[in-house]
Nanobody
Framework: QVQLVEYGGGLVQAGGSLRLSCTAS????????MGWFRQAPGKEREFVAA????????YYSDSVKGRFTISRDNVKNTVYLQMNSLKPEDTAVYYC?????????????????WGQGTQVTVSS
């Protein structure tokens, strides 16, 4: 029932920054936790970051922590992923996801709702 749309991807030089956004189209988050995942060519979908409904609890993969920041605005039904100090290995299609609980989850199987993805390409 939840519809998610990501945007903000693009081409950026290594060391640069991008901010991804994800909106729930015509829907409210309720008490849903949200996450970001990414998938590079030939690789499985990988957890990036997640945030509880309240925004108090956040989790990051080891590969992005210290560089990426997840946040949300429940009034706007929007989740953000601020990506700083980007590396070529960050190149992937990034997906936002939602789950029907306020508790955060870090596995793809824990998220029943997914956006269409947005491409992030980092050049060296």
């Amino acid at each position: 029932q939840v519809q998610l749309v990501e945007y903000g991807g693009g081409l950026v030089q290594a060391g640069g920054s991008l901010r991804l956004s994800c909106t729930a189209s015509g829907r409210t988050f309720g008490s849903y936790a949200m996450g970001w995942f990414r998938q590079a060519p030939g690789k499985e979908r990988e957890f990036v970051a997640a945030i509880s409904w309240s925004g108090v609890s956040t989790y990051y993969s080891d590969s992005v922590k210290g560089r990426f920041t997840i946040s949300r605005d429940n009034v706007k039904n929007t989740v953000y992923l601020q990506m700083n100090s980007l590396k070529p290995e960050d190149t992937a299609v990034y997906y936002c996801a939602a789950r029907t609980t306020s508790v955060v989850e870090t596995t793809a199987e824990g998220y029943p709702y997914w956006g269409q993805g947005t491409q992030v390409t980092v050049s060296s």
